[in-house]
């Protein structure tokens, strides 16, 4: 069933959304707790299942995210325009050697692609 027309527009900018802020002092703490347990301990059992729940948390929180963003976004605006990525300019992973990549040897100089920064040429 088509929902009724709102007359809204939006432009979605398709950023990096930052997820682990929350949970990231709970996990470092969890992580240094249990590797000072004794392995196969009680304590060591409990820490790693407190530590799994974290983590799950934080995937359940990436996973969530998106779904309920989009679906507000579809309730509230007729038009979506979303920012047009252009996969083909995008760097194999830092550090990697690729001679076909527009003649530049080491990708370590373009690392600063995927955190807003102008690629070195």
């Known amino acids: 069933m088509p929902l009724p027309p709102t007359g809204r527009?939006?432009?979605?900018?398709v950023g990096v959304a930052r997820f682990l802020?929350?949970?990231?002092q709970r996990i470092a703490d969890l992580q240094r707790r249990t590797q000072r347990a004794r392995p196969g301990s009680g304590n060591h059992r409990r820490l790693r299942r407190r530590l799994a729940r974290a983590w799950r948390k934080v995937h359940d929180r990436r996973?969530?995210?998106?779904?309920?963003?989009?679906?507000?976004?579809?309730?509230?605006?007729d038009v979506l325009a979303p920012e047009a990525l252009r996969v083909d300019r995008t760097c194999p992973a830092?550090?990697?050697?690729?001679?076909?990549?527009?003649?530049?040897?080491?990708?370590?100089?373009?690392?600063?692609?995927?955190?807003g920064q102008a690629p070195a040429a």
């Open 94 to 115: 830092h550090g990697m050697l690729d001679a076909d990549l527009n003649g530049a040897r080491n990708i370590a100089t373009r690392a600063g692609l995927g955190s």
């Open 63 to 77: 996973r969530d995210f998106p779904h309920k963003t989009a679906r507000g976004l579809v309730d509230t605006c």
């Open 21 to 24: 802020d929350a949970a990231q």
């Open 9 to 13: 527009s939006v432009g979605v900018d």
